[in-house]
């Protein structure tokens, strides 16, 4: 297999430390790959990176996604009545790294967010071969403690993907250090207790942890998800962390303009524009 | 055939002998090490390595690995070495560079020695060898002395890890709490003399090893595991050690005994069946599991976890249900021990149990109704999972099956093998052993409650699964073992129906309680080792067993325990003239309704099998 060399750990880590060299903080916008179609996702991708997106996460959609929320969920289920399946995912990415007559190549930073039996199914090292080869960046499983990630691990450490573990505010000091030797790329900190979608205060307890969690990381990039749904969490997240992770919210904006559209051929413009605006009204809260 | 060494956590190595060889495949070892290293005091030479590999195979064809273990041996010959005995595997010890074996025709063990530089060393051979073994860095091959259990630590998280050195009865299970290695690998501290194995120190390693890599990981085999979202591991880690701690703590022991018992009804009785024996030729015991408090066993794990709540300082209980029997089972533990209760039920089921939705709420109990998804068991399930995700600290989620991340399998199942451990005195107090023990398998906790009294006996083990309207693909069921494949669902690897890109299928039974796409761990290493089987009964064998231990017993039994009960009309000709107790896992008040649509098929089913005069 061959692979886009430019990318996986190296590439992240370097883009991230450069967004710290540059006094920065950035957006990482999720959305589930394949909600309203595959070419309604490649120019989502796009419209993104236009719009200045440090990272993306691509969610690869699983049937029992237990640590998402209702519109998580819904937008799994949508996308999965589709037909969406890991190849798929993997050829979007390809798609976006080598450009066509709409768009040039886009080098935007691309973890792939998904659950453990997809990866397990395939045979880990042939699904994340695949990812790699495709020119994702990174890999995040919502089900895979580090306990039981060494086959992702070796996986990873040979195809140079990045592997990213979460941690939680439930994660203790023992725990929340070994997260963050062994995630790559960056460290994801869970920024409330609970699943993805429903609103996080960002108070004094969270601040108290997000500082934690930002020690413990180091020089390792931190981002923080869950709950995030306009400019005033993006700033408030954005104390301790380098990315804001932002992903109900967006899924939900994206999944309005595509339902919108007179016939599915507008759909992917649509949400593209609805990402660029999107997008756009998150990044007031990264200059306060 | 290539065999991978999946599923490979218990090794002897040193084997001479055919006889000792069985022994320890008898005992459950998973692989067995020959040794042919010349000067080793367990070497031995080809020609009798060959016998030891032909008895291994013939016995167990599908499970055992032989392993050709070798020093300073080059690619050509070991290959040739492997093909002359017949082995599985090849275990290299010594001298050998990891980029002379990439594309060796089978799969390699390397032997590391744990010191402080053995990192780059294991991650050199990473590449091509499958497991590593890890022993003490002295000299080439087995070394009988103990490893740095820190370094052994760090290097089980970068690899596939057998642990060696000189590990034995007495010191296994704390060598595997310390290091938590994928499997161990253990010779001289098992012989009776170099080369000569001492049976009894077999059976008593592998007795120590295989509950303490299960405690450890929570594993069963190849199957197990905790594999949770972030937010819950460590709630999962604190469970797991209070219920270690609780369930060898004497006064919480008095506490559930006295509620298993005086409040519950514990023992339930085991009833000789006479006039259903009559029609099946053979002696049916039944398990009567339906005549505990609220009518099935679940209440067995219920009160248990809710009284570990309760220690653990939790004011709210989650359930999820099926059936809704889970689910009144602990709303009636949480009525009894005062905790708030809020339980998750599919709307399909809650349509189809509606008796039990009210048996609920009448208890005090919160029935939250999910529409999502399938809306059966594995949706209450998802959402009972979201629920304890928001709220961790504050609740306890009482996993009502032998399912889940670790430590719910272990627990779940610790707390059901009650009911095997009379069923077991029952049986030899009314005569002996049976020859069989039955019971229906939704996520397998009164299964494997029941096969857990039995597990060490020559008793045959089986599980009946539901085969809705026929297990064949394509057709609707329930039948993980009939058509499902190994992998991951809410928080265990186990055998599970899903699609070719590992989505998770949806699935059919008359019974709400077994309308689930997962089955149990244990099962699936029990099935996997060949210690028990698993068949199907559908949906019309669950009916027509239903109607004959109506009409031939004056026991309405639940739809989920009344495949257990259709299996056996089915396979009656097998049964004839044996033993069989069979868990009657609870009644079937609960579906009236359900029954009352159907009756008109009882009659024709009840002429067809011809079992009723």
């Given at each position: 297999m061959t692979r886009p060399s430019a990318h996986g750990t190296v590439f992240l880590e370097a883009r991230l430390a450069q967004l710290r060299a540059d006094g920065r903080r950035g957006l990482a916008p999720y959305i589930t790959a394949g909600d309203g179609g595959l070419d309604t996702t490649l120019a989502v991708l796009r419209a993104l990176d236009d719009a200045g997106a440090d990272v993306v996460e691509l969610g690869l959609p699983f049937s029992d996604p237990v640590a998402d929320g209702p519109q998580l969920q819904a937008a799994a289920e949508r996308s999965l009545a589709l037909g969406t399946n890991l190849r798929d995912v993997a050829e979007v990415v390809r798609r976006l790294r080598s450009g066509d007559d709409d768009a040039p190549p886009s080098d935007l930073p691309i973890v792939v967010m998904t659950y453990a039996n997809l990866l397990s199914r395939r045979g880990w090292g042939s699904a994340i071969g695949l990812l790699a080869a495709a020119g994702c960046d990174g890999v995040l499983v919502a089900d895979l403690p580090l306990e039981e990630a060494v086959v992702l691990r070796i996986a990873c450490a040979e195809t140079g993907l990045a592997p990213l573990f979460l941690v939680a505010p439930t994660t203790g000091a023992d725990r929340l250090a070994q997260l963050a030797a062994a995630s790559r790329g960056f460290l994801y900190a869970i920024g409330r207790v609970g699943t993805t979608g429903v609103t996080t205060r960002f108070d004094e307890d969270t601040q108290d942890y997000l500082g934690r969690v930002a020690e413990a990381a180091g020089a390792r990039a931190v981002g923080v998800g869950f709950g995030i749904a306009g400019p005033d969490d993006v700033s408030a997240a954005l104390r301790h962390a380098d990315l804001a992770i932002v992903g109900s919210a967006l899924v939900e904006h994206l999944h309005r303009a595509v339902a919108s559209a007179p016939h599915p051929s507008r759909a992917p413009a649509l949400a593209a524009r609805a990402a660029t605006t999107f997008l756009e009204h998150l990044s007031e809260g990264l200059n306060p | 055939m290539k065999r991978s060494l999946r599923g490979v956590t218990i090794k002897v190595c040193g084997l001479t002998d055919p006889d000792e060889a069985l022994a320890a495949v008898k005992a459950g070892a998973d692989a067995i090490g020959l040794v042919l290293h010349p000067t080793s005091p367990r070497a031995v030479m080809p020609a009798q390595a060959r016998r030891v590999s032909d008895v291994v195979h013939a016995m167990s064809p599908s499970r055992v690995r032989v392993v050709a273990v070798v020093v300073d041996a080059e690619p050509r010959a070991a290959r040739e070495l492997a093909a002359q005995i017949g082995a599985d595997a090849i275990q290299l010890c010594g001298d050998q560079q990891p980029e002379d074996w990439v594309g060796f025709p089978l799969p390699i063990l390397r032997r590391i020695g744990v010191e402080p530089s053995a990192e780059a060393e294991l991650l050199a051979w990473r590449p091509v060898a499958a497991l590593m073994v890890l022993d003490h860095p002295s000299g080439p091959g087995g070394s009988g002395r103990p490893v740095d259990h820190a370094i052994a630590s760090r290097l089980c998280q970068r690899a596939p890890c057998l642990l060696a050195g000189g590990l034995g009865p007495d010191d296994v299970a704390a060598a595997i709490a310390r290091v938590r290695p994928r499997g161990v690998d253990a010779s001289s501290k098992l012989e009776a003399e170099p080369g000569r194995k001492h049976?009894?120190?077999?059976?008593?390693?592998?007795?120590?090893?295989?509950?303490?890599?299960?405690?450890?990981?929570?594993?069963?085999?190849?199957?197990?595991?905790?594999?949770?979202?972030?937010?819950?591991?460590p709630i999962l880690t604190e469970l797991d050690a209070a219920w270690r701690q609780l369930r060898e703590d004497s006064v919480f022991r008095a506490e559930l005994d006295q509620l298993l018992g005086d409040f519950a009804g514990r023992p339930t009785p085991l009833w000789p069946a006479r006039r259903l024996s009559e029609v099946l030729g053979c002696e049916v015991l039944l398990k009567?599991?339906?005549?505990?408090?609220?009518?099935?066993?679940?209440?067995?794990?219920?009160?248990?976890?809710?009284?570990?709540?309760?220690?653990?300082?939790?004011?709210?209980?989650?359930?999820?249900?099926?059936?809704?029997?889970?689910?009144?089972?602990?709303?009636?533990?949480?009525?009894?021990?005062?905790?708030?209760?809020?339980?998750?039920?599919?709307?399909?089921?809650?349509?189809?149990?509606?008796?039990?939705?009210?048996?609920?709420?009448?208890?005090?109990?919160?029935?939250?109704?999910?529409?999502?998804?399938?809306?059966?068991?594995?949706?209450?399930?998802?959402?009972?999972?979201?629920?304890?995700?928001?709220?961790?600290?504050?609740?306890?989620?009482?996993?009502?099956?032998?399912?889940?991340?670790?430590?719910?399998?272990?627990?779940?199942?610790?707390?059901?093998?009650?009911?095997?451990?009379?069923?077991?005195?029952?049986?030899?107090?009314?005569?002996?052993?049976?020859?069989?023990?039955?019971?229906?398998?939704?996520?397998?906790?009164?299964?494997?409650?029941?096969?857990?009294?039995?597990?060490?006996?020559?008793?045959?083990?089986?599980?009946?699964?539901?085969?809705?309207?026929?297990?064949?693909?394509?057709?609707?069921?329930?039948?993980?073992?009939?058509?499902?494949?190994?992998?991951?669902?809410?928080?265990?690897?186990?055998?599970?129906?899903?699609?070719?890109?590992?989505?998770?299928?949806?699935?059919?039974?008359?019974?709400?309680?077994?309308?689930?796409?997962?089955?149990?761990?244990?099962?699936?290493?029990?099935?996997?080792?060949?210690?028990?089987?698993?068949?199907?009964?559908?949906?019309?064998?669950?009916?027509?067993?239903?109607?004959?231990?109506?009409?031939?017993?004056?026991?309405?039994?639940?739809?989920?325990?009344?495949?257990?009960?259709?299996?056996?009309?089915?396979?009656?000709?097998?049964l004839r003239g044996r033993r069989v107790v069979v868990n009657l896992s609870g009644r079937g008040d609960k579906d009236l309704d359900l029954l009352q649509d159907r009756h008109g098929e009882l009659e024709r089913l009840r002429e067809r099998s011809g079992a009723l005069p």
């Open positions: - | 049976l009894g120190r077999v059976t008593a390693f592998i007795g120590a090893a295989r509950p303490a890599l299960a405690r450890a990981h929570g594993r069963f085999g190849a199957f197990g595991g905790c594999f949770a979202p972030e937010t819950l591991v009567r599991e339906d005549l505990l408090h609220t009518g099935a066993h679940k209440l067995n794990n219920t009160l248990g976890q809710v009284l570990l709540a309760k220690r653990l300082g939790k004011r709210r209980i989650l359930a999820e249900t099926g059936a809704g029997q889970h689910g009144v089972a602990t709303a009636t533990a949480c009525a009894q021990l005062g905790l708030e209760c809020v339980v998750s039920m599919g709307a399909v089921d809650a349509a189809r149990q509606r008796a039990n939705v009210l048996r609920m709420q009448l208890l005090g109990a919160r029935v939250e109704v999910v529409h999502a998804g399938q809306r059966t068991l594995k949706d209450a399930v998802n959402a009972a999972m979201r629920a304890w995700i928001a709220d961790p600290l504050g609740s306890h989620y009482v996993l009502g099956s032998a399912l889940g991340p670790h430590p719910f399998p272990s627990m779940v199942a610790d707390l059901q093998q009650v009911i095997g451990e009379e069923a077991r005195a029952q049986s030899l107090a009314a005569g002996g052993l049976p020859d069989l023990a039955v019971a229906c398998v939704g996520g397998g906790s009164n299964a494997i409650g029941l096969f857990r009294g039995f597990l060490t006996d020559d008793v045959e083990l089986v599980g009946v699964e539901a085969g809705g309207t026929g297990p064949e693909q394509g057709a609707e069921h329930a039948a993980r073992f009939a058509s499902g494949a190994p992998g991951i669902l809410h928080g265990c690897h186990t055998f599970l129906l899903q699609d070719d890109d590992g989505q998770v299928l949806p699935t059919h039974s008359i019974s709400a309680g077994l309308d689930y796409p997962a089955v149990g761990p244990e099962h699936a290493a029990l099935r996997a080792s060949g210690r028990a089987r698993y068949t199907w009964a559908t949906d019309e064998d669950a009916l027509a067993g239903f109607d004959l231990l109506a009409r031939r017993e004056g026991i309405l039994p639940a739809l989920e325990s009344s495949h257990a009960l259709g299996w056996m009309l089915r396979a009656r000709d097998e």
